[in-house]
């Protein structure tokens, strides 16, 4: 069994930055890619960044020039770098990681991102 946890949700100013990290631990054949999703109320859950095993990326247009994913493969670990956040990005973050040769989705429980002053 795959799980996913994340960490580095919180609070924070406009302006400011957070660190989003997503572990995936147990039964892994093989990561294709992982990324980052967000759900604000009363909105669809969108795409922000997603990157592959080999580190191509893809960002949302609104998080374009502020956000980063990265990802560790030793760890099974990907990161997102938030800077110059702005209350619109306030939302529940949850990491998805594709495995597998049948690329079965995962997800993890969800981290809230707040943007307020």
């Known amino acids: 069994q795959v799980q996913l946890v994340e960490s580095g949700g919180g609070l924070v100013q406009p302006g400011g930055s957070l660190r989003l990290s997503c572990a995936a631990s147990?039964?892994?054949?093989?990561?294709?890619?992982m990324g980052w999703y967000r759900q604000a109320p009363g909105k669809e859950r969108e795409l922000v960044a997603s990157?592959?095993?080999?580190?191509?990326?893809r960002y949302a247009d609104s998080v374009k020039g502020r956000f980063t994913i990265s990802i560790d493969n030793a760890k099974n670990t990907v990161y997102l770098h938030m800077n110059s956040l702005k209350p619109e990005d306030t939302a529940v973050y949850s990491c998805?990681?594709?495995?597998?040769?049948?690329?079965?989705?995962?997800w993890g429980q969800g981290t809230q991102v707040t943007v307020s002053s």
């Open positions: 998805k990681a594709e495995i597998g040769l049948y690329r079965r989705d995962y």
């Open positions: 147990g039964i892994i054949s093989r990561i294709n890619d």
């Open positions: 990157i592959t095993w080999g580190g191509s990326t």
